[in-house]
């Protein structure tokens, strides 16, 4: 029996970032770091938020201390079901007549030599975790209130309590660090929160599309080439629609405000860790495994997870343990681990009909059809009995 193997691992995938309504939403457009335009502010250090820059900075969480129940026991595995020879043939029979030009004659006649069982096992871990980052950050000051350390010392970045929606969720939420916010001219406003236009640079007047900054451009009169001057510009120029002819836009860091308040921004992003192994025993493809059902032979949910003891198939429980233990995420917070082990069933059908040995495969729950060799395929084969 040939055996196929597949492996497939990947941590801290973050399908899809959504941020908590129930707290304030921080646009991310509103700083604009280049090597022209850098903040020149002096961050005070905050005690726990050391390493907090205009970049985000991780915070690993305080360490813990995980014992298992010493009266810990894992479920009991299940087994895959088994068909029968009559379920065998009434199966095949059903397969073949959704088939175009496929004879059912074969299949209500052939002999079943053998029936031979087996099993794909799928394992699958899932570790939902916790991250904690930091960053300075900023938002136009419009005269809100500001939260400063006059209001006494900063939460530590684990204090600050959170909530995600879901286990095994992906989700992201920012949060204001209390006492940490303080208020500075904005860093950008060259005059009354403008900024100098990045489209015409600050000239008010673009190049005219129409002629290609020439003036003039080349028309076609009575059959003849012309050069007339351009209807749309002034010598090749036109005002700029962003700024209007001005020269100058509403600064984007500031709205126009002149002013920044100035916080540190907590990030919290919950990310559902996934690890998978599956095993597939025979020719069947590993797309028509993956994509029917199967039996859950162990299924699990704990605050840690043991890594799978005592499973029939020895290469599960090596699987098991490796992953539980790459699972471990030092700078992450571990809030719930999910483990199971998928079986889809499979049976090899050995047959004869003629003289001629014919297999075909019979796999999932839903009973599938695996036969690509069987013999009445031709165009005259509906009508073979």
């Not at 492996?7 to 280049?34: G, N, P, V």
């Not at 088994?82 to 074969?106: P, Y």
């Not at 003849?224 to 700024?243: A, I, L, P």
Request: hydrophobic share 30%; glycine share 6%.
């Amino acid at each position: 029996m040939m055996e196929f193997l597949t492996h497939r691992i990947f941590f801290s995938r973050i399908d899809e970032q959504t941020i908590d309504e129930s707290e304030q939403d921080f646009s991310e457009s509103l700083y604009i770091e280049d090597n022209e335009h850098k903040p020149d502010v002096s961050f005070d250090t905050v005690a726990g938020y050391d390493n907090a820059r205009m970049d985000q900075s991780l915070l690993p969480p305080p360490p813990t201390v995980f014992a298992p129940p010493q009266d810990y026991v894992q479920p009991t595995f299940t087994s895959a079901p088994v068909i029968t020879e009559d379920t065998a043939r009434q199966t095949l029979i059903e397969f073949v007549s959704k088939q175009t030009c496929w004879g059912t004659g074969t299949a209500k006649s052939l002999t079943f030599e053998k029936l031979q069982s087996s099993t794909s096992y799928h394992y699958f871990l899932e570790t939902f975790t916790e991250e904690r980052t930091s960053k300075w950050d900023h938002e136009p000051f419009r005269g809100q209130f500001v939260d400063g350390s006059q209001n006494g010392p900063a939460p530590g970045p684990w204090e600050i309590p959170a909530t995600f929606k879901e286990f095994f969720k992906n989700e992201t939420q920012h949060h204001e660090v209390p006492h940490t916010a303080f208020v500075r001219p904005c860093f950008r406003c060259e005059a009354k929160g403008k900024v100098k236009c990045d489209r015409c640079n600050g000239s008010g007047r673009v190049k005219c599309r129409s002629c290609g900054g020439r003036g003039s451009k080349t028309v076609t009169r009575n059959g003849k080439s012309c050069r007339v001057s351009c209807s749309w510009c002034f010598r090749g120029r036109v005002t700029c629609s962003k700024c209007r002819g001005s020269g100058k836009v509403v600064c984007p860091a500031c709205q126009g405000q002149c002013n920044l308040k100035w916080f540190i921004k907590l990030i919290i992003n919950w990310v559902n860790n996934v690890s998978e192994h599956v095993i597939e025993r025979g020719t069947i493809p590993a797309y028509m495994i993956s994509q029917t059902t199967g039996t859950l032979g162990f299924n699990e949910v704990q605050p840690r997870v043991q890594p799978v003891a005592n499973f029939p198939v020895a290469e599960v429980n090596e699987v098991s343990h490796n992953f539980v233990g790459s699972h471990q995420f030092p700078m992450k917070r571990i809030h719930m681990q999910h483990h199971m082990i998928r079986m889809v069933p499979m049976t090899q059908c050995v047959c004869r009909r003629r003289g001629k040995e014919f297999t075909f495969f019979v796999y999932g729950l839903e009973n599938k059809v695996y036969g690509p060799d069987y013999p009445d395929q031709c165009c005259w084969g509906c009508t073979i009995q």
